[in-house]
């Protein structure tokens, strides 16, 4: 899935224009972002949870030359999902049948 397929899905599922949609999606990666940064703690609960990790230096190699190559220390974003998230894309909890993935049908006219 993309952002525009999740701009999408958010436009169809609330009942929003796409640009209304394209403005919350934005905001909730922008606030993920901005909490990243100054190193808070991002924690959905059900879903999972947003943190940086610290890497240290280090030394490593150019692949095509083979010279040393001195890698700075850097923070990364690190993702870590829930127990409930595993279990439902391991379905254990609720299988979730063609129907539930299926798009809905069109309205009658």
Request: avoid cysteine; glycine fraction near 6%.
């Amino acid at each position: 899935m993309t952002k525009a397929d999740l701009i999408d899905e958010v436009s169809r599922l609330a009942e929003l224009t796409r640009k209304d949609s394209e403005v919350i999606v934005e905001t909730i990666f922008d606030s993920i972002v901005r909490s990243l940064r100054v190193g808070d703690k991002i924690e959905i609960r059900g879903f999972g949870s947003f943190r940086t990790r610290q890497r240290k230096p280090r030394v490593g190699r150019n692949p095509k030359t083979g010279d040393r190559v001195e890698v700075p220390a850097k923070k990364i974003p690190f993702f870590k999902p829930s127990k409930e998230l595993k279990d439902l894309v391991n379905g254990e909890q609720g299988e979730v049948t063609a129907a539930d993935s299926a798009p809905p049908p069109p309205p009658a006219p």
